[in-house]
Every structure is written in C-alpha cells, then in structure tokens.
C-alpha cells in the first residue's frame, strides 16, 4: 500500500508570489490534515479536511487556504507569500474519522527568499 | 488550551543502551490517544507508538514501550537496545477523541551514539 504522497519536496519562491502544494493520502484515506514545521514554532496545525470539506482550521492568516478533491487528494495553497511562510509542511491523512491514527508524508520544503 | 511539553530539548545514548524521553500533557478531557512521532533526516514523521487513555495497560512495539500516567499526565517513551537508526526527532503528540487536531510538543533531539 503506497504512503502519503507530497509533491514537489522541494520549493523555491520569491516573497510575493503564490505556491500550491499537494498531497495524495493513502488509498481509502478520506481525513487529510496539513501542518507547518518551523525550528521556532514546531508544528503548528494548518487545517483537515475531511471528504472535500474543511473539518478544522487552525490560527493562520486567510493567505492560507486549501482544498480537496472528491479523489481525497488535497491541495495548500499559499498567496503573497512571506519569508516567515519558509518552513517544513506536512500532510497527514487518517483512514479513521476521528483521526485517531495519522500517517504522515516527507513533507514539502518551501523556502521564500 | 491543550499543550504537550517535552522538557528535553536533546539528549544522547550510547549505542544498545536504554534511554526514556518525557512527555507531559494537559487536557481536561477524558477520552484522548496519545502519540510518539519519530522525525529522521530524511523528515518524514513516523509512528512509533500510540497508546489509548481509556487502556490502563502500557503500549508496547518492539523496543519501544511507554509509561503512561493518566493521573499525572505524563507520557514517556522507553527505547531499549537503543540502535543508530533510532537517531531521530522524537515528538509526543495527543488527539481528543473527536474532530480535533493532533497537538504536537516541541520535540526531543535524540542521538544514539556508537
């Protein structure tokens, strides 16, 4: 059975722009959440969905959105991006919908100069 | 507000030696799991253990195992024969029974040394 997929692993952009992230989660997965790894913050939780529908989000700025398709494949998005937007993100998708169990992909390296 | 807290930023260990990373936890709910999260180089988050707050009894994988005090809110981690591969970021998280996100502590840096 295939992991959590995340594409591309590595990003660079310049402040300003926008990026978009993406996630395949384990077949037969419906939960799909997002987290954002800094060294100051640790990991701060973004937001899940779960089949198509934003479940919880977190305390970011509406720069921050995402989606998911009816395939369960998700999609981040950030807009005007910053430097502080520089960091690990990690999708994690959940076969329980309590997501008592969470299984984690090798992340996205976004780096904004 | 529920927070984790590991207290050890980073630690060492030789190599097949026993190590335990501390965990803490706060939370006024009654049903939760609670997590150990192994972080390589190479970045992806990996399960180690997962232990339910309604079983009394320990979790166990192999060699790692955990002391869970519900009572104290404590969750600590015990590795045993302790390996280089085991070299890692070690994060405790929980999840309350529900629609809510993990929550994560900060981290123990662990290095197994030969």
């Known amino acids: 059975k295939a992991g959590v997929t995340q594409t591309p692993r590595y990003l660079i952009k310049t402040r300003g722009q926008q990026v978009t992230l993406s996630c395949s989660p384990i077949s037969g997965h419906r939960s799909v959440s997002w987290y954002q790894q800094t060294p100051g913050q640790g990991l701060q939780f973004l937001f899940e969905?779960?089949?198509?529908?934003?479940?919880n989000k977190g305390n970011f700025p509406g720069r921050f959105s995402g989606r998911q398709f009816s395939n369960s494949r998700s999609e981040m998005n950030v807009s005007t991006l910053e430097l502080g937007d520089s960091a690990l993100y990690l999708c994690?998708?959940?076969?329980?919908?309590?997501?008592?169990?969470?299984?984690f992909g090798q992340g996205t390296r976004l780096t904004v100069v | 507000a529920q927070t984790v807290t590991q207290s050890q930023p980073e630690m060492s260990v030789q190599e097949a030696e026993t190590v335990t990373l501390s965990c803490t936890y706060d939370?006024?709910?009654?049903?939760?799991?609670l997590f150990w999260y192994k972080q390589p180089p190479s970045r992806q988050m990996i399960l180690v253990i997962r232990q339910e707050a309604y079983k009394q009894q320990n979790a166990t994988e192999n060699r790692f195992s955990v002391n869970f005090q519900k009572a104290a809110k404590s969750f600590s981690l015990k590795i045993s024969d302790s390996q280089l591969g085991d070299t890692a970021m070690y994060f405790c998280a929980f999840i309350v029974s529900g629609n809510t996100p993990l929550v994560f502590g900060k981290g123990t840096r662990l290095s197994v040394i030969a």
């Open positions: 969905y779960f089949s198509e529908t934003q479940r």
């Open positions: 939370t006024s709910e009654n049903n939760y799991y």
């Open positions: 994690a998708s959940s076969g329980t919908r309590k997501n008592t169990e969470a299984f």
